[in-house]
């Protein structure tokens, strides 16, 4: 390689990297302006986060959380306005990631891309639904139901849970559920670039479902039902991942079948 190839080679690694200094930026910029409005209103969101346990508890309980230091609800509020910054700005995160890479794209790798960040955030919001409305709730009465009232010869144990631990349970749910979500976009992706098939995949069932109870079992408290909760979606979610790439294999000899044409 001569010296003007290498000349040549560096201009458009300094664009790239220019351009990729500037896409950092608007998505820095997008999650701080949201970090703000989410921290704003932190009180309110963490108060909508509370809706599970209100639920679980019943409207005859008056729902009491603590906390034990000065500074915690403070960075509890921190935590939540990042959680919610990420959660808005995602869309900002999400176009600026496309037009970074759909330059380096064919047209029709940019219309196969594109549905992928559109899936992303929705299927993530499936997941996040399903922690809301069904498992929370769930956990909350396991988790109550431990509970002593208290009398002759019993202890009064009753739950009176830290901001921080349960803002801390019901986003660890919130981001496995959501990451486990992903499967049927991962395993599609990887399907399109030649790495994985739908015979393969019905291969390794089997290992799915260990795989499958123990990101369970590490992702999510040491209850069975919240347990149980992500590792049933996660299998329904494989098998509907071997669908779409069945689709995708079907869609790809279609194609080429056209082109031999």
Do not use: W
Not at 89 to 100: G, R
Not at 244 to 252: G, L
């Amino acid at each position: 390689m001569t010296q003007d190839d290498i000349d040549a080679s560096k201009a458009p690694l300094i664009d790239h990297l220019i351009e990729l200094r500037g896409r950092l930026i608007k998505s820095l910029i997008a999650i701080a302006i949201a970090f703000v409005v989410c921290f704003y209103f932190a009180s309110d969101i963490f108060n909508i986060l509370v809706v599970p346990y209100e639920r679980a508890a019943g409207e005859t309980r008056s729902i009491e959380l603590i906390y034990t230091a000065p500074q915690e609800y403070f960075f509890t509020q921190l935590k939540l306005a990042l959680f919610g910054a990420l959660f808005l700005a995602f869309p900002v995160l999400a176009s600026q990631i496309y037009m970074f890479v759909a330059p380096g794209l064919y047209k029709n790798e940019r219309g196969a891309f594109l549905p992928f960040l559109v899936a992303t955030p929705i299927l993530f919001l499936i997941g996040a639904c399903l922690v809301y409305f069904v498992v929370m709730p769930l956990a909350m009465n396991f988790f109550l139901a431990m509970e002593q009232e208290g009398g002759a010869g019993q202890a009064s144990i009753q739950l009176l849970p830290r901001v921080s631990e349960y803002l801390g349970l019901i986003m660890v749910l919130i981001f496995a559920f959501g990451i486990v979500f992903q499967l049927p976009v991962v395993l599609t992706l990887l399907a399109r670039a030649g790495m994985t098939n739908a015979a393969d995949l019905k291969r390794k069932r089997k290992y799915a479902v260990v795989i499958a109870f123990i990101m369970a079992a590490v992702l999510t408290p040491p209850d069975p039902i919240s347990q149980i909760s992500l590792a049933v979606p996660a299998l329904l979610l494989y098998e509907i991942s071997i669908i779409a790439v069945r689709y995708v294999e079907r869609s790809k000899a279609a194609a080429e079948t056209d082109e031999a044409s």
